[in-house]
Each structure stands twice: as structure tokens, then as C-alpha cells.
């Protein structure tokens, strides 16, 4: 697996499960996305990602294949990407950014058939746009009402 200054993608496996319980995130994040715990039984087309540095899980995020796609894109072929963090402890060290570089590597060998990555991010979260943005996101045009407000729904064509 392809690492960026240590930082590398892995699916989720039970020997992270106490790390990732530990997370906390700043509460001026904590309206934009769930923690870990959140997810720790997950149902069928979706799959928890771990970010890990240096064998630490440092950050997460979930990818779906199932019917909730349909949502933000119309290519059957799209995945969703959601729950993205870092813990709190970790963050200001480009983390998430070097994780949302590997992301297309990862898609591509994990996941042969997807051919999108598709996102929505809070119109207020002005970092997480920025964050997407650098790494090759584009804005759809596409909007959705999310639980605090209109989302952007972007996307990433692998």
C-alpha cells in the first residue's frame, strides 16, 4: 500500500477499534461530520477506512456503495465519501490532506469498478472546501439540505 510521509489507508480492522473510541473533535468540527464510534457496526456497501501514521490510527472516514449514492451523483460507479476526521490530537499536521491524496490509489486497487468520488460539505465548512479543492474536487453545482444547512456535493473523477 502506497504511503505519503507515513501516512497510509487501511480498512478497518478490530485492533483500531480502542484508538478510534478515544477520538474527539472541537466542537466548531463536530457539527460537520461523525466520529469514528458512530460507525463501529456498519451495514452492507459501506466500509470504514482508517488513516494511520506510523501504525496509529490518526483519522477516519466511511465510503458507501449502497443506494445513498444515488443522492449525490448518477454514476453507478460512484462512491460516497463520508465522516472524514482527525483526531483532535493529531490535527494542523496536513493528515486529512495527505490521506485525501492516497484516496484515489486506494479506490482504484480496493474497489477496481469506481470511477467517482462523491462528497457533500457544508457550505460554512470553508476548510474542508478548501481541503477537497487542492486535492482535485470539483463543485457539481449540485446542493443538498444537510442537517445544519446546505451542502456542496462534489466530486472526484478517478
Known amino acids: 500500500m502506497k504511503t505519503v ?3 497510509k489507508l487501511e480498512n478497518f480492522s478490530d485492533e483500531y477499534l480502542e484508538v478510534l473510541k478515544s477520538f474527539e473533535l472541537p466542537a466548531d468540527q463536530a457539527k460537520f461530520t461523525a466520529l469514528p ?4 457496526e456498519v451495514t452492507e456497501g459501506q466500509y470504514r477506512i482508517v488513516i494511520v501514521n506510523e ?4 483519522g477516519f472516514f ?3 456503495s449502497t443506494e445513498r449514492v444515488k443522492e449525490y451523483s448518477d454514476n453507478s460507479n460512484a ?3 463520508t465522516s472524514l476526521s482527525v483526531n483532535q490530537t493529531k490535527q494542523g499536521k496536513g493528515y486529512a490532506k495527505q490521506a485525501m491524496f492516497l484516496l484515489s490509489d486506494f479506490v482504484k486497487s480496493e ?3 469506481c470511477n467517482e468520488i462523491v462528497l457533500a ?3 460554512k465548512n470553508i476548510p474542508a472546501q478548501r481541503l477537497y479543492s487542492k486535492i482535485g474536487y470539483r463543485d457539481t453545482g449540485r446542493r443538498k439540505m444537510g442537517p445544519i444547512g446546505e451542502q456542496f456535493i462534489m466530486s472526484l473523477l478517478l
Open 37 to 40: 464510534s458512530k460507525y463501529f
Open 79 to 81: 462512491m460516497l465519501l
Open 111 to 113: 474497489f477496481p469498478n
Open 62 to 64: 466511511l465510503l458507501h
Open 5 to 7: 510521509n507515513n501516512v
Open 121 to 123: 460539505v457544508n457550505y
Open 55 to 58: 501504525n496509529e490510527p490518526i
